[in-house]
Nanobody
Framework: VQLQASGGGLVQAGGSLKLSCAAPGRTSSNNGMGWFRQAPGKERDFVAG????????GYADSVKGRFTISRDNAKNTVYLQMTSLNPEDTAVYYCAVAAGSYYSTRLSGYRYWGQGTLVTVSS
């Protein structure tokens, strides 16, 4: 299963970016989706998750109030709107399809992963 993440890039502190992740319909429309990130030398951490119908969302404390996850099942796409970015948000961002209908904050809760998109925030 191929997940295609896009939208990463270089942005100044305080700026915004919107990430997108396109997933095959059969593998995502009935499943929760999540975004994780991995900074150099660090573990991959949960950022945000969304249930299969968008009715439930969750965020890491570090991004609450700044990031918004959403999905469009008609387009088989999940988004991550990121605002008020700071250098600590610099990482490779990965999207993933959860094993069930709801998202998980754990890596093991996901079945398929995208290739990642790099977000760099300059100070």
């Amino acid at each position: 299963v191929q997940l295609q993440a896009s939208g990463g890039g270089l942005v100044q502190a305080g700026g915004s970016l919107k990430l997108s992740c396109a997933a095959p319909g059969r593998t995502s429309s009935n499943n929760g989706m999540g975004w994780f990130r991995q900074a150099p030398g660090k573990e991959r951490d949960f950022v945000a998750g969304i249930s299969w119908n968008g009715g439930s969302t969750g965020y890491a404390d570090s991004v609450k109030g700044r990031f918004t996850i959403s999905r469009d099942n008609a387009k088989n796409t999940v988004y991550l709107q990121m605002t008020s970015l700071n250098p600590e948000d610099t990482a490779v961002y990965y999207c993933a399809v959860a094993a069930g209908s709801y998202y998980s904050t754990r890596l093991s809760g996901y079945r398929y992963w995208g290739q990642g998109t790099l977000v760099t925030v300059s100070s």
